[in-house]
T-cell receptor, first 111, second 113 residues
Framework: GENVGLHLPTLSVQEGDNSIINCAYS??????FIWYKQESGKGPQFIID?????DKRQGQRVTVLLNKTVKHLSLQIAATQPGDSAVYFC??????????FGTGTSLTVIP | DSGVTQTPKHLITATGQRVTLRCSPR?????VYWYQQSLDQGLQFLIQ???????AKGNILERFSAQQFPDLHSELNLSSLELGDSALYFC????????????FGQGTRLTVV
């Protein structure tokens, strides 16, 4: 995939288990965060977002938790499926126009 | 399909050459962002245009330039290419100027030989 060679954190989970992907962000002024999923050969795809006035947001099978005290974000995927295998990026938006992406976490779902 | 179209999908060129990458944003989106994704740098923000005007600049080299046209499509020009410019170049678009979800195209894979 596109990130071969990049030293990505990796996570392997059994199909049906829950996955937790973590991200530390750098700027305490960041007020908006997005989780993206990137499958091999494709562009990043929006999963879920959260603004800094929230601690938690839920979507379909996904939950994002934001801890502003320690500048930490997590993505929880419930009942992980083989189709969830991808690289997951968190992106932070400092109030303005730029998103800074983390290096990503490679998730592998074992059938 | 995100609705963002990038051409070409693949590009192979020699060092020292110049190339142009093209992006058509989603219908209705006024912002276009360019990102570079390389093996050793991850996803790096290059530049953003909003409604034809430059809005933000990231880690974009002086050899690179971009513009957004009245029909809102955008082009990224890469000149005096070096081997290290080999990467995936993504375009993304969003409705507003920032602080909202951006939709990514499929990318252009540039290989400099």
């Amino acid at each position: 995939g596109e990130n071969v060679g990049l030293h990505l954190p990796t996570l392997s989970v059994q199909e049906g288990d829950n996955s937790i992907i973590n991200c530390a962000y750098s700027n305490s002024a960041s007020d908006y965060f997005i989780w993206y999923k990137q499958e091999s050969g494709k562009g990043p795809q929006f999963i879920i977002d959260i603004r800094s006035n929230m601690d938690k947001r839920q979507g379909q099978r996904v939950t994002v938790l934001l801890n502003k005290t320690v500048k930490h974000l997590s993505l929880q995927i419930a009942a992980t499926q083989p189709g969830d295998s991808a690289v997951y990026f968190c992106a932070e938006n400092i109030s303005g126009n730029q998103f800074y992406f983390g290096t990503g976490t490679s998730l592998t779902v074992i059938p | 399909d995100s609705g963002v179209t990038q051409t070409p999908k693949h590009l192979i060129t020699a060092t020292g050459q110049r190339v142009t990458l093209r992006c058509s944003p989603r219908s209705g989106d006024l912002s276009v962002y360019w990102y570079q994704q390389s093996l050793d740098q991850g996803l790096q923000f290059l530049i953003q245009y909003y409604n034809g005007e430059e809005r933000a600049k990231g880690n974009i080299l002086e050899r690179f330039s971009a513009q957004q046209f009245p029909d809102l499509h955008s082009e990224l020009n890469l000149s005096s290419l070096e081997l290290g410019d080999s990467a995936l170049y993504f375009c993304a678009s969003s409705v507003g100027q920032g602080g909202s979800e951006a939709f990514f195209g499929q990318g252009t894979r540039l290989t400099v030989v």
